[in-house]
């Protein structure tokens, strides 16, 4: 791989993660709410459903739905109804003012359940197998060795995409204290919920462009 393809392949890298989306409200929100260690756990859960998009695309298997319009749309549906689930959720929580100590006692239960939650926030939506299709074979040399370029193609995005993460999720840890009021809260509570489910509401009506 060149010097050139590789930062072609930065670049573009670095403009998807810094672009927002589900993922990052998702990390922003959790980081909020149960702490940056949660809001880690999720983030990890989001790009392992990524890093399984990257290795089907990489193997041609993405190419099988991009190009399949019925199982396009199933797993559109079932993205965006995840999304609006967890929208509504989100914004009819009570919340009540955020005992960080309290929340860290049920640590191993609540980070694996944050990372559950992030994998399915990452594998929500079918567009990113769309994108991961076109765009990440683009980088792959058929005549060079595969898992060789495919481990550097895979851990620069690891590693770019955590980095934006865990910079969201200790901002917003570092002003929380200030916002765990119960108003705060629930009013951040029904923002957070209202984009969530307008996401899920736009993955909803797209449509796959031929």
Not at 164 to 176: I, N, Q, T, W, Y
Request: aromatic share 10%.
């Amino acid at each position: 791989m060149s010097l050139t393809t590789y930062s072609l392949y930065l670049a573009a890298v670095a403009v998807l993660v810094l672009s927002p989306g589900p993922t990052m409200l998702m990390c922003m929100t959790t980081a909020l709410n149960e702490g940056k260690s949660s809001a880690l756990a999720a983030a990890i859960g989001s790009i392992g459903a990524v890093l399984g998009v990257m290795t089907l695309s990489a193997l041609g298997l993405g190419a099988l739905l991009a190009a399949s319009e019925l199982a396009f749309t199933v797993v559109k549906v079932i993205g965006a109804i995840y999304l609006i689930w967890l929208g509504i959720r989100t914004f009819c929580n009570n919340a009540e003012a955020i005992d960080i100590k309290r929340a860290a006692t049920d640590t191993g239960r609540c980070l694996r359940a944050h990372y559950v939650r992030g994998l399915l926030v990452g594998s929500s939506n079918p567009k990113a197998i769309l994108f991961f299709t076109a765009f990440f074979p683009q980088f792959l040399n058929p005549i060079e060795p595969f898992a060789p370029q495919y481990s550097v193609l895979a851990l620069t995005f690891i590693a770019c995409e955590f980095s934006v993460l865990a910079m969201c999720a200790f901002g917003v840890s570092a002003v929380a204290p200030f916002l765990r009021s119960k108003c705060h809260m629930r009013w951040i509570n029904k923002v957070t919920g209202g984009l969530f489910a307008t996401m899920g509401g736009l993955l909803l009506f797209s449509r796959r462009h031929a």
